[in-house]
């Protein structure tokens, strides 16, 4: 893999400059113990954080979904917020606002979507017993093919194309199901499918069925794919010929015509284009060398709009955690560094994107079209959901892949009035490190690391209020991420990625086709 450095970096090389840049971070502390630099850090402040994250995360805003004017009224707040820094804008026509192109699927739920001929049709209800993904052909008819269990490199008997397969699909909704995907949906491509219906394991509930329902219907798929509970389905299933209790069993049925059944799919969506927005500012370095290369904050200010109400009747998914509690750190660390008399050496970049929900769309926009030259990017510090939980540790996601893991842990260590460990992945099998912005940027070669408090029990839901938020732990972790962001911006030598980390992005490029 390429560094972006002068030229390429071997592996042994880039090996030196971490062990470089290690004893580097092994000396931090002079920089933060600057009067200037402690009084700027001090700034971010608990009570700030409050009074922004009660903005961001307030039922105006409707949930913040990609797009909606709830995230229109969150951006002209933060641009707004940013002008205020004295910050330079970064986005479209010397404005904060940087816009993307956005497809806009909106499904009308009260047409019946899968009908049965040769079987009763089941009585169920979109975003309870199934999912679905559009396609631009929004209905088909036909005979299903059960084509098995979805399993890593699985292959598709010859002669279904044109039909509407069906599949076994075990695991909860969570990394191992959508590994299974990966296989299962060029599988279904390849062999010419109609439509695909995936079974879903047991172990998959109504609510998480709700929780992943509307965004999907937001995407669109060559042709109509449906994820249907295997309970609700356990009717066509035996219409077919299946048993639906063998599907899950150590011993699944193989691949068979599911002959006396036709079913037909819809799936009825009103296609609309948008443009969404990122909202960009730039504060220019203060070395007339090394202000051409940048250090790029980021969060993603967009959550998932208005949902299934819970039992209290909520039905706006406010998001203060997941992500009022970084958009705001973003805000904070903004102010800080435009409180310097003499700002660091290198150029800083705030980014609050739009799209994350939506599969990290607005940061993969602004990556392809950043507003100074991608290879000017050195790093990226980013920050997700860092409001609850252990109020003394942080996860630094893509703590041992860069150089910068070394640096966060000995600015921790170096400050310790901010209270806080820095923390490795404790669950690598979620693949963190492609979950969320900081991704996109690692994708372009660019070292990031990727500061969370970790998943709760109010992770897309509406429960996720501003009330369950410790908005002291937003303001350390913020005053974290500022004085990394400092030590990186005045070092010399650029971030490198560990050997280890370079293998990460390679394959996780590699995943997704890049």
Known sequence: MTMHCSKPLRVSAAALLLAASTAHAQAVGSAQTRPSISAAAATITAADALHRLGIIAHDSMGGRDTPSPGLEMTAAYIAAQFRSFGLRPGGDSATFIQRYPYTMRRVNATVPMIEVRGATTPDMTFAQDYFIIPAEVDSVVG??????????????????????????????????????????????MGAGAAGLIMILDPRVTTASVAEIA???????????????????????????????ASLFTSSPPAARDMTGVTLKLRTPAQVTDARVPNVVAILEGSDPVLKNEYVVFSAHMDHVGVGTADAGGDTIYNG???????????????????????????????????????????????????PVPITHIIANINMDMIGRNNPDSVTAIGLEYSSLGPLATAVSRANPDLRLTVAPDLTPEEQLFLRSDHFSFARKDIPAIFFTT?????????????????????????????????????????????????????AARAMSGQ
């Open 214 to 244: 509307r965004p999907l219907a937001e995407q669109a798929a060559p042709f109509p794919v449906f994820g249907v509970r295997a309970d609700a389905f356990a009717a066509v299933s035996r219409a077919g010929g299946l048993d639906p």
């Open 454 to 506: 970790g998943l709760h029990g109010d992770y897309h839901k509406a429960s996720d209020e501003i009330s369950t938020i410790d908005t002291d732990k937003i303001a350390r972790v913020a005053r974290l991420a500022f004085l990394l962001g400092y030590e990186i911006a005045e070092s010399t030598a650029r971030p490198v990625w560990t050997p280890l980390g370079m293998n990460v992005v390679k």
């Open 143 to 188: 005979s299903p093919y059960f084509i098995g269990t979805a399993t890593a490199g699985m292959t598709i008997p010859a002669g279904v194309r044109g039909r509407i397969l069906v599949a076994a699909v075990p695991d909860t909704l969570g990394i191992a199901w959508q590994q299974r995907l990966s296989a299962l949906f060029p599988a279904a």
């Open 320 to 370: 203060a955690d997941d992500d009022g509690s970084g958009t705001t750190a973003i805000m904070e660390i903004a102010e800080a560094y435009a409180s310097l008399a003499t700002p660091p050496k290198r150029s800083l970049i705030f980014l609050a994107v739009s799209g994350e929900e939506k599969g990290l769309l607005g940061s993969s926009y602004f990556t392809d079209h950043p």
